[in-house]
């Protein structure tokens, strides 16, 4: 019986080019990201001013992790504490949490089986609301034609977590590009790695200059090379705090290089993602997730439903992985287990049970891509997966014999 020998959580390296921009950046002694020598313009500039180009956006800022760009969107946008924020009910405690951090009420909306945001549920549950933090979980989009029209008849401003969707589109148009603010994450699972970080794109000069001023760049405003012109800031450089979250020009030298390469790599979490996909299909009791032909979607993770099976048989199929080296993540586990929180877990945001939406958390199952997997391993990952899901359909919830026989 064959065995996994791999690490989920085992990163590519960082790029020999970003290695020694990273060097030049120590040598200088300069992390800082106002800290310049004349004529001399910093790192974290120049990636904003570069993933501003990347993305289409006029305007972009490099803060210090995905969670405090989320908030630091909310805080442009306005948001008073008391404030209805909607969001996904499938998403990572940090979009919730950032909604909390600025003392608005989270309001969750439920799931489908695409692992999309449900637009009748949002529909709903939009009265009294007028910004919806949407989270692209895992890399899943949305019909982002049909949420802007819903969100726009009904005014309601979109901020969009595209954490999991670096370099993806919906109808060829990237995330990000959707809504009034896009919001990015630099975390070490994320598309680019500086072990954290974050980006903000928008093309609204007022919320930019906002969000700029909260970052903390005091009256150094005009040292961004993708920040809107000094007039935008006018009137707002006196009444908006400091709440100090900047990214450092170490950070920013590492993912420059990264930047540059993003298509290359996102073709090969592709691969990998569509290897696995084959390797499950017509797995019994196993559902795989459709995706739509408008989705360009970008895989650094994969996921499938086990719809309707017990906790019993979902723990038992978890545990036959695990023992064959393949980790397997359950996001509808009654306790929180490291990342999979779900929106019941948020007890600082209560929230009515929905019983069509908690169907379906129960049976999601999630599994890391890392790069340094080959499409042999993926082959090798969906083997087990099909083999131990198909044995625990069958009624099989013993633990897997793992002896070595003899040819």
């Known amino acids: 019986m064959e065995r996994f020998t791999g690490s989920f959580t085992q990163q590519e390296p960082i790029p020999d080019t970003a290695i020694a921009a990273a060097l030049r950046v120590m040598q200088s002694g300069r992390l800082h990201r106002y800290n310049t020598a ?62 909390a951090s600025v003392g608005a009420v989270p309001v969750f909306v439920g799931v489908t089986e695409g692992l999309v945001i449900d637009l009748d549920d949002l529909a709903a549950k939009a009265e009294g609301a007028r910004v919806l933090m949407l989270s692209h979980m895992r890399g899943h989009i949305c019909d982002m034609g049909a949420l802007m029209r819903l969100c726009d ?156 099976w017990t906790p019993e048989a979902i723990r038992a199929v978890i545990a036959r992985c695990g023992a064959r080296g393949v980790e397997l993540k359950w996001f509808g586990a009654p306790e929180p287990v490291a990342f999979t929180s779900r929106y019941d877990s948020w007890t600082y945001a209560p929230s009515a049970p929905m019983p069509a939406t908690d169907r379906i958390l129960h049976g999601i199952i999630d599994m890391r891509l890392p790069l340094t997997f080959s499409l042999e391993d993926c082959a090798q990952i969906a083997r087990i997966i099909r083999a131990e899901v198909s044995a625990v359909f069958q009624g099989d919830t013993s633990a897997p014999d793992l002896t070595p026989r003899a040819d």
């Open 38 to 99: 004349p004529d001399e313009i910093a790192e974290t500039a120049l990636l904003e001013e570069e993933f501003a180009a990347a993305t289409g956006a006029r305007y972009c800022l490099a803060v210090a992790s995905g969670g405090y760009a989320l908030a630091t969107a909310l805080r442009a946008m306005g948001v008073q504490p008391g404030d209805r924020v909607l969001t996904n009910a499938f998403t990572l405690a940090p979009v919730p949490g950032a909604i």
């Open 153 to 308: 008849a009904r005014g309601i401003t979109v901020i969009e977590d595209c954490a999991h969707t670096m370099g993806a589109t919906w109808d060829g148009q990237l995330t990000g590009r959707w809504g009034a603010m896009g919001c990015f994450s630099t975390q070490t699972y994320k598309h680019m790695n500086s072990g954290e970080g974050g980006l903000i794109i928008s093309d609204d000069p007022a919320l930019m200059a906002r969000a700029v001023l909260l970052s903390g760049s005091y009256m150094l405003y005009t040292r961004h090379r993708a920040a809107p012109p000094a007039e935008a800031f006018a009137d707002l450089r006196l009444t908006t705090p400091n709440i100090s979250g900047r990214m450092d020009n170490l950070r920013a030298a590492i993912l420059r290089p990264q930047l540059a390469d993003l298509p290359r790599q996102c073709a090969r979490w592709n691969e990998r993602y569509r290897a696995v996909e084959a390797g499950l299909a017509e797995t019994p009791g196993l559902t795989r997730i459709q995706r739509p032909a408008a989705e360009g979607f970008v895989a650094s993770s994969f996921q499938f439903l086990l719809l309707d």
